[in-house]
């Protein structure tokens, strides 16, 4: 059995249900709902929110979240999980989705630069536009080998899938080079989406609602030795204006000295 490193860990995770800010037709800011947070010398933390509405606009039957951390003495590994979900939400009666689970687990071995960051077991189930399903694709086999920063930047150098999802991730025109890359990545966890919906226009990993807005899926940000994950991003753009956010969660962690 592998002895306690002597040096100290300091762990960091935390996770939110469900955050929103309205400028149209009124101001209104929802304050986080379901928010947790991880202690420096890890342990347990949960939130949970149950039956959420607000003026008509989105309402969510449960939203919840969950960190932790701590050491495994077989293999001298500090294990840090964050995860956050989304039950039953509605929003605007056009946008609805059974559960959103957003979850990041890091292991981080003793002496390595970074933790081993990975989103598996997040998920979407029976999401909805206007009642048309959204068939959602996630790219597990391509984020299973970029579990670090240092994999990501050496992806990205070599071209590649992950150079092209990586270089312009919101559609601007501008690809990113490598010589651009300031220690982050900005990418989606989502490889396709279709839906049938009348007029819905699908952008990458974003999906435009006429009368509604864009919905972003699935967003990653990869840092050094850190993981955020947000799997339902909102900007609204009609007669309500205003952008919000569901499912996110954040992961990463640091020896020292």
């Not at 101001?27 to 003026?55: K, Y």
């Not at 967003?219 to 993981?227: P, S, W, Y």
């Not at 952008?243 to 962690?253: A, C, V, Y």
């Amino acid at each position: 059995m592998s002895p306690k490193s002597p040096r100290t860990f300091h762990y960091h995770a935390c996770a939110q249900a469900f955050s929103a800010n309205f400028t149209r037709p009124f101001h209104h800011q929802i304050d986080v709902q379901a928010q947790s947070a991880l202690p420096v010398i890890g342990g347990h933390g949960h939130a949970r929110t149950e039956n959420f509405e607000f003026c008509n606009f989105i309402s969510f039957k449960r939203g919840y979240s969950h960190v932790s951390g701590g050491h495994q003495l077989e293999d001298d590994s500090n294990n840090t999980l964050a995860t956050s979900a989304l039950e039953h939400l509605n929003m605007f009666d056009v946008l609805t989705v059974d559960s959103v689970v957003s979850r990041l687990y890091s292991k981080h071995p003793a002496g390595a630069k970074e933790g081993n960051i990975t989103w598996i077991g997040s998920k979407f189930e029976n999401l909805r536009i206007a009642g048309f399903p959204v068939h959602i694709e996630l790219n597990v086999p391509l984020f299973q080998n970029l579990l670090t920063f240092d994999a990501a930047e050496k992806a990205f150098a070599k071209g590649g899938e992950f150079r092209k999802i990586a270089e312009d991730p919101l559609g601007t025109g501008t690809a990113l080079k490598p010589s651009d890359v300031d220690g982050v990545f900005l990418c989606s966890i989502v490889k396709e989406i279709k839906v049938d919906s009348p007029g819905v226009k699908v952008e990458g990993h974003s999906i435009y609602v006429p009368g509604f807005g864009k919905v972003y899926l699935g967003e990653l940000l990869i840092k050094r030795g850190e993981k955020t994950l947000t799997m339902l991003r909102f900007e609204l753009g009609s007669t309500t204006g205003g952008s919000g956010s569901g499912g996110g969660t954040k992961t990463n962690g640091s020896h020292y000295p």
